[in-house]
């Protein structure tokens, strides 16, 4: 162990170990000091795709819900909805609900 130290001093003297010395000082002071550090960015980057993911994903919505639109424009296909959806009826008609239990109740 004693070697390395009496290398590591001989180093000392030499003036290419001062600017090592000085560019891992940088590398360190970049990647966890700074305030535009590597971490930072990473976890910027993590947002941004989680966005992303989250755009995308409101955009397929969108695009279903005007097709949903498109098709309601026609009043049968308004009315045969709202029947289906929201268990609406006409004056004067009754309408049968028929739930089925399952064989685990």
């Known amino acids: 162990?004693?070697?390395f130290f009496k290398k590591l001093k001989s180093l000392i003297g030499k003036s290419y170990f001062k600017y090592l010395i000085i560019l891992l000082a940088f590398i360190f002071w970049m990647t966890f000091?700074?305030?535009n550090?590597?971490?930072i960015h990473a976890e910027l980057n993590r947002e941004i795709k989680k966005l992303k993911k989250r755009?995308?994903?409101l955009t397929e919505e969108i695009v279903k819900d005007q097709g949903l639109i498109k098709r309601l424009e026609n009043m049968d296909s308004l009315e045969h909805y709202g029947r289906e959806k929201f268990n609406l009826k006409k004056q004067n008609e009754d309408i049968f609900i028929i739930e089925y239990?399952?064989?685990n109740e």
């Open 55 to 57: 755009k995308d994903a």
């Open 33 to 35: 000091l700074d305030t």
């Open 37 to 39: 550090s590597l971490l």
């Open 1 to 3: 162990m004693s070697d």
């Open 101 to 103: 239990k399952s064989e």
